[in-house]
């Protein structure tokens, strides 16, 4: 079944490249990001690890912990950790799930016959501190993700969880936000800075700080 934003991030228990985990535990209260790729010692699946590595003070400033999921062995993983620390120039500094029997793709979805053989393809999913699936993603192997708009997701949906705020198109931390509809503008007034009615329906303000 696939798995819908709003509902609880299915738990696991899996073999990684940082010893035995059960998901939720490992999680506990941070955020996640939670994503497979189709292989080990491929091309573009190298520079998405390498560049996950690269970023990782970014994830860990937003309270993000990334965990990456390949069908391969937790052997191969280990023999493939170079390289990633290599391309991304820096070293693992997250875990990779073994999936050889493909349980943790089976319950994420992740395997989409259509898209050629039993690899996963690159799904992504962004889970809250409660354990929420609040973003999903879904790439074709050959495409690699894009990880600022992975990174741009989750400091909206940050800034989302605490104002009464949404974000516009295109929006990046530091632009002016959307006032809530569920808002009046009379009260988006008094908890908000510079709003501003262009529609009765559409209000903007400052990002709050
Ligand atoms: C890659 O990661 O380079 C890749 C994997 C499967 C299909 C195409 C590209």
Not at 56 to 77: M, Q, T, W, Y
Not at 120 to 149: C, H, M, Q, W
Request: net charge negative; aromatic share 8%; with cysteine.
């Amino acid at each position: 079944m696939s798995i819908r934003l709003g509902d609880e991030a299915p738990n696991f228990t899996a073999t990684t490249t940082d010893g035995e985990i059960d998901f939720h535990q490992w999680k506990a209260d941070s955020w996640a990001v939670l994503y497979s790729h189709p292989a080990d010692f491929t091309p573009v699946c190298t520079t998405e690890l390498g560049r996950t590595a690269a970023l990782g003070d970014e994830f860990a400033k937003r309270n993000v912990k990334p965990i990456v999921l390949s069908v391969d062995s937790v052997e191969d993983h280990h023999k493939w950790a170079p390289d990633i620390g290599e391309v991304g120039g820096t070293d693992l500094n997250f875990p990779i799930i073994a999936d050889p029997d493909r349980k943790v793709a089976e319950l994420y979805d992740m395997i989409h016959p259509g898209e050629g053989d039993t690899s996963t393809v690159r799904s992504v999913f962004v889970i809250d501190p409660a354990n929420k699936v609040r973003l999903t993603l879904t790439y074709p192997k050959s495409v690699g993700r894009n990880f600022d708009e992975i990174l741009r997701v989750i400091d909206a949906l940050q800034a989302t969880d605490a104002a009464p705020i949404a974000t516009p198109v295109d929006w990046r931390p530091g632009d002016r936000v959307i006032v809530s509809p569920a808002l009046s503008t009379e009260d988006a007034k008094t908890k908000l800075d510079n709003v501003e009615e262009v529609k009765p329906y559409l209000r903007w303000a400052d990002q709050p700080s």
